[in-house]
């Protein structure tokens, strides 16, 4: 299922050089979508379960300024290259998971200026509403019945013609009480779909509650990882970790380093020995973590606001895994060993993370469930030692796998250990009564 796996998340445009805009009308259509099957392999090897596609609908620019929901955007390819994408995903056992754009649409769909459909959209100031500011982004009425109709049937018929999911662009901007009208009509034609919001700020679970989405976006984690990480401060990654193990009560979230509208982590950290330290929260704790292309490469790109201020986080791969800078190889296999523990350990979606020990520049993640993984990430100059019970445990992974003790992490380096038995001795803050021996 799609809350079980890995996902490798691509945004197609990018990804495949398109042109920026849309070409005129009468333009052959460019069936790009199919470089992507020469990638499939290169996400199943990475130890990834699900594409999660990009906006690839036609558009005016950069996909969410939709004009046609029900069609490939032309730059992309047709309905016949999806068709041939979802075959050969799922030949390689991957799912693929869309991105809905339905809070807005661009200002060149035949329904917006027709006054037959003026109701669809909201009005304002003698205009109509936009997007955070965008004029190209109109918003839509989600308080008419004819809005909720479009948007079932254009779920609909793409879970219909293959896709097992949606990332909801903009959920936050959305009622949610539009999503569960919506998804009262959508799950019982597709009860194994999976619907994950995009949201920033706020109450996540109220939200999920509210919707009835089964995730959203978590924004608090991803900001804690790097951020904790440069200023030396794991009293923020233990904040955040415990804010995240509150929403695992009631659902599992999608999880990130790394996404389409954010700078990329390798440019984000100050120090580059601290990637693996984010890969090992990021695929140690509860979730749905998901791997934004390039990511796993190594690839530096910094987000600009301005206009093209995505271009650099939203690059061109080239034709095959083959032709990609050798330099970016360590971190793909980091990536490997860090996604195929998680995979040995599905519990994890669900895992309950504590923190049984926790200084600026060290600290300890013990995620539990139907097993057991405790996470050490120390960031200082000099070898720490965790003053921790490791009985019954054993490394898993670690950025220096010679190391004779395994409580003992060299200066800026991190370890995982895995198997049965309590870490922490009674007490200890991280330790509870009913804590289980074992998985």
């Known amino acids: 299922m799609v809350r079980d796996g890995v996902w490798w998340h691509v945004y197609p445009l990018g990804f495949t050089g398109a042109e920026p805009a ?62 041939r994408l979802v075959r050969a995903a799922r030949e390689r056992g991957l799912l693929i998971v869309l991105d809905g754009v ?31 500011g965008h004029s190209g982004l109109v918003t839509l009425n989600h308080d008419h019945p004819e809005v ?19 990332r ?20 019982p034609r597709h009860p194994a779909a999976w619907f994950a ?5 706020g109450d996540y679970a109220g939200y999920v509650a509210e919707s009835g989405l089964d995730s959203v976006t978590q924004y608090e984690l991803w900001k804690a990882i790097w951020s904790s990480l440069n ?8 904040w955040a970790v415990d804010r995240h193990d509150a929403l695992l009560e009631s659902f599992e979230p999608l999880t990130f380093v790394g996404n389409h509208d954010v700078t990329r982590l390798a440019t984000r950290l100050a120090d580059e020995r601290h990637l693996g330290h984010a890969l090992a929260v990021l695929f140690t704790v509860g979730g749905v973590p ?14 600009e606001d301005r206009p093209g201020g995505d271009d650099a986080v939203r690059p ?62 120390n960031t200082g100059p000099e070898p720490y030692r965790f003053p921790l019970d490791t009985s019954g445990l054993a490394v898993a992974e670690s950025s220096h796998p010679d190391g004779a003790d395994p409580l003992l992490v060299s200066a800026h380096g991190w370890t995982v250990l895995t198997g049965s038995g309590r870490t922490c001795p009674p007490g200890h803050p991280g330790w509870s009564s009913d804590m289980p021996d074992g998985p």
Request: charged residues 25%.
């Open 22 to 83: 849309a070409p005129p009308p009468g333009t052959p259509v460019r069936h790009r979508l199919r470089r992507l099957e020469g990638w499939l392999d290169y996400a199943a090897e990475l130890g990834c379960s699900v594409l999660q596609l990009g906006p690839i609908f036609a558009s005016e620019t950069h996909g969410y300024d939709t004009l046609d929901h029900f069609r490939v955007d032309p730059r992309l390819g047709d309905e016949a290259d999806f068709d």
């Open 231 to 238: 200023d030396g401060n794991f009293y923020e990654l233990a």
């Open 290 to 303: 998901s791997v934004y292309y390039g990511d796993e490469q190594g690839f530096r790109g910094l987000k």
């Open 102 to 132: 339905f809070n807005h649409v661009g200002r060149g769909h035949p329904k917006f200026g027709d006054p037959r459909f003026a109701h669809w959209f909201v009005p304002e100031g003698g205009g109509h509403a936009t997007f955070e």
């Open 197 to 201: 919001g995009e949201v920033i700020h």
């Open 316 to 377: 061109a791969f080239p034709a095959g895994p083959a032709e990609l800078d050798p330099a970016g190889w360590p971190v793909y296999r980091l990536h490997q060993r860090l996604i195929g523990l998680r995979r040995r350990h599905p519990w994890l979606a669900r895992a309950r993370t504590a923190v049984p020990h926790l200084t600026n520049t060290a600290v300890a993640l013990e995620s539990t469930g139907a097993g057991r993984l405790l996470t050490l990430l």
């Open 148 to 166: 909720l109709d479009h948007v079932v049937r254009v779920m609909d018929h793409w879970l219909s013609r293959g896709a097992s999911g949606w």
């Open 168 to 187: 909801l662009d903009a959920a936050y901007a959305m009622p949610a009480a539009f999503w569960r009208e919506a998804l009262a009509r959508v799950r």
